[in-house]
């Protein structure tokens, strides 16, 4: 069984400050990836980043950057230069990698208000 | 690359009938699609994973006969709410998967069930 728990139901950040919102895991996968994803108001989800849990590097794409910590099993997301359009909820999930059907699981989102 | 197309974005429907969502993989071949639901302010919950050719795998406390899934091609399939009630109105996402580890979700559909 796999747990995804995001304690921070809202979260505000400046403009032009970074943020960071918080993921914790729980799983019996030997091997997972964990994602996170941004829905805007409009509905789509988009994917962000992702981390696999044998990967030595914390992962990193554009603004977005993960904060993997292993051992207390957290994949936090720090968004560096918040901007406006950033603001949306934010999904964390992850997915155990031995079986190619493995679905995702959520958790219960963030959502993120940038402020001007 | 790698874009999942679902339509219709919206669609409200009378009580009793039956409604019809496609969700597609344009660009790539999908050896599984996944069916979400999402209730206001609430997360994704899944509802079940599709195979292509074979019979959807249905999450406990989802009615098959209610919400049927078909995965007849590997760029298509597609979920039928039949006999809709209001309880039902929500928004409803696909994603799709080929063998590379993230999966690309479709924008979704908003039921509306009067």
């Known amino acids: 069984a796999q747990k995804i728990t995001q304690t921070q139901p809202g979260m505000f950040v400046q403009e032009k400050e970074a943020v960071t919102l918080d993921c914790t895991y729980d799983?019996?996968?030997?091997?997972?990836?964990l994602f996170w994803y941004k829905q805007p108001s409009s509905g789509e989800m988009i994917f962000l980043i992702y981390q696999g849990s044998y990967d030595q590097q914390n992962a990193t794409e554009g603004r977005y950057s993960l904060n993997f910590q292993k051992a207390r099993k957290s994949a936090n997301l720090v968004i560096s230069a918040s901007q406006l359009g950033d603001s949306a909820m934010y999904f964390c999930?992850?997915?155990?990698?031995?079986?190619?059907?493995?679905?995702?699981?959520f958790g219960g989102g963030t959502r993120l208000m940038v402020k001007p | 690359g790698a874009v999942v197309s679902q339509h219709p974005s919206w669609v409200i429907c009378k009580s009793g009938t039956s409604v019809k969502i496609e969700c597609r993989s344009l660009?790539?071949?999908?050896?599984?699609m996944f069916w979400y639901r999402q209730f206001p302010k609430q997360s994704l919950m899944l509802m079940a994973t599709?195979?292509?050719?074979?019979?959807?795998?249905?999450e406990q406390g989802v009615e098959k006969d209610k919400f049927l899934i078909n995965h007849a091609s590997l760029t298509l399939s597609t979920l039928t709410v039949t006999s809709a009630h209001p309880e039902d109105s929500s928004f409803y996402i696909c994603s799709a998967r080929d063998g590379r580890t993230e999966a690309f979700f479709g924008q979704g559909t908003r039921l509306t069930v009067v």
């Open positions: 660009d790539f071949q999908a050896t599984t």
């Open positions: 999930a992850m997915r155990g990698l031995h079986n190619a059907g493995n679905m995702l699981t």
């Open positions: 799983t019996s996968d030997p091997s997972y990836g």
């Open positions: 599709s195979n292509e050719g074979s019979k959807a795998t249905y």
